[in-house]
């Protein structure tokens, strides 16, 4: 073989193997979204079913006990009220937009078993305080058995606080699931936090006290735009009794 047909050859075996390569790394990228996506068209397929026999839509164990599910699926949550479900992106089904605790140095730290209050305007790491006046709480001043460092509280003197950030990376027209831990200040019997995000704007009354530990609230919105604004409110009884939040997360 001449020089010129050598280096022919090798550029040739090059760009074929570049080929596999690529086409290999292709499929191992969208391998997990294929799992995904198949994960939910069974259970899409599930609820279908049920509804026919039944005429509402179900949760996932019952969907199991019926014989239409073969297992729960580790990928995805149902959402339904019967008349209607929502599918949400679970484990690593799931795309985390927003994660935030509060924490240090993100959001100044709270002396140990103690707090500090922000009124309107401030800033907290990537929130503002839009309303009233909140406070930076250590986790140690209500003996929580779980959490992180601090939380916020939601309450003001005559206004009730408010907190707001933007959450960003949406797809207008997709449902998202929206999380967060809760639990109730030292006033009581009970509090409220009102939660406004996309299509969502609902309100949750709380009475697990801090020293009990957190709950978690779940709900699901649809963006209307690519940004959206986040804001959780202080609601009912009285402004100076809020409601404690902390681990806030925007996941697919």
Known sequence: MTFVEIVVMVSFVGIVAGLVVYAMNG????????????D???????????????GVYTD?????????????????????NGQTYTIISAGPCATQLLSDGFEPPAVSGAQPG????????????AWSVVSGTVS??????????????????????????????TVGGLVPGNTYTLRFDYALGTCGPKAGVRVQVGDLDTTL???????????????????????????????GPVPD????????????
């Open 27 to 38: 499929a191992h990228k969208t391998q997990p979204s294929t799992a995904c996506a198949v």
């Open 40 to 54: 939910a068209q069974n259970v899409r397929n599930a609820e279908t079913g049920f509804h026919s026999a039944h």
């Open 60 to 80: 996932e164990p019952t969907l199991v006990r019926d014989g239409d599910l073969a297992s729960q699926s580790a990928l995805h949550t149902v959402i339904t």
């Open 114 to 125: 103690s707090s500090y209050t922000q009124s309107q305007p401030a800033t907290l790491g």
């Open 136 to 165: 930076v709480v250590s986790t140690s001043k209500w003996t929580l058995p779980a959490g992180g460092l601090q939380a916020i509280e939601l309450s003001g003197k005559s206004t009730y606080g408010a907190i707001q950030r």
């Open 205 to 235: 009354n709380v009475t697990n006290p801090a020293s009990k530990g957190y709950l978690i609230a779940t709900s699901s919105f649809t963006a209307q735009q690519a940004t959206q604004e986040l804001t959780f409110t202080g609601a």
């Open 241 to 252: 009794c809020g409601a404690l939040l902390d681990d806030v997360t925007v996941t697919t």
